[in-house]
């Protein structure tokens, strides 16, 4: 396989409202890979949870991550490029992920609070309330130095941060 035709897969992950599906979805355009919608996955108490702002506790995500993870195998083993959005807060649920594929590679969305605060506020029609964001900015474990991936600041252009996942090192 040449490096143009190798597939890749890619997770693009932070806090709620710093734009992971937005910038996925343009990613996985780029990439010609499918794209899946984390959220999308989250059980029906999961999401009522979270829209009662109640934050998810680790056994709420597990069976989430687990099904997360074998979108990612199977991707990786029928050879298919894939961009996720998933906030991948920490990094044991990085780790769990990587069992799907160890050269998963992360697009970390990084941005200010303010910032994330007021692109909440202007989403119409998302259960994520803004009270849980100061939750998820809690247990945020940003990408450490031996993750494959970038951290990206999200005050940049989409088309910027997709340049620059596209530039970074493999």
């Known amino acids: 396989m040449t490096e143009k035709t190798k597939s890749t897969r890619w997770v ?14 343009r990613l996985a355009e780029s990439l010609g890979a499918k794209f899946l919608e984390g959220d999308a996955f989250h059980s029906p108490a999961n999401v009522a949870k979270m829209s009662a ?3 998810l506790t680790d056994a709420d995500r597990a069976e989430w991550l687990l099904q997360l993870m ?21 990094r044991r649920y990085r780790d769990l992920l990587r069992e799907g594929d160890p050269e998963l590679r992360f697009a970390h969305l990084a941005g200010d609070r303010e910032l994330i605060a007021n692109r909440m506020l ?13 939750s998820q900015l809690n247990v ?4 450490q130095a031996d993750e494959a991936g970038i951290t990206l600041d ?8 997709i340049t620059d996942i596209l530039n970074s090192n493999p």
Request: proline content about 6%.
């Open 53 to 55: 702002g109640t934050p």
């Open 122 to 134: 202007a989403r119409i029609n998302h259960y994520m309330p803004l009270s849980l964001l100061d």
């Open 154 to 161: 999200i005050r940049k252009e989409p088309a910027q941060l």
């Open 70 to 90: 074998a979108e990612i195998r199977n991707a990786r083993e029928t050879g298919a490029s894939l961009v996720l959005s998933c906030s991948a807060l920490k």
């Open 12 to 25: 693009v992950m932070g806090v709620c409202g710093c734009g992971k599906s937005s910038v996925g979805g």
């Open 140 to 143: 945020l474990e940003p990408l």
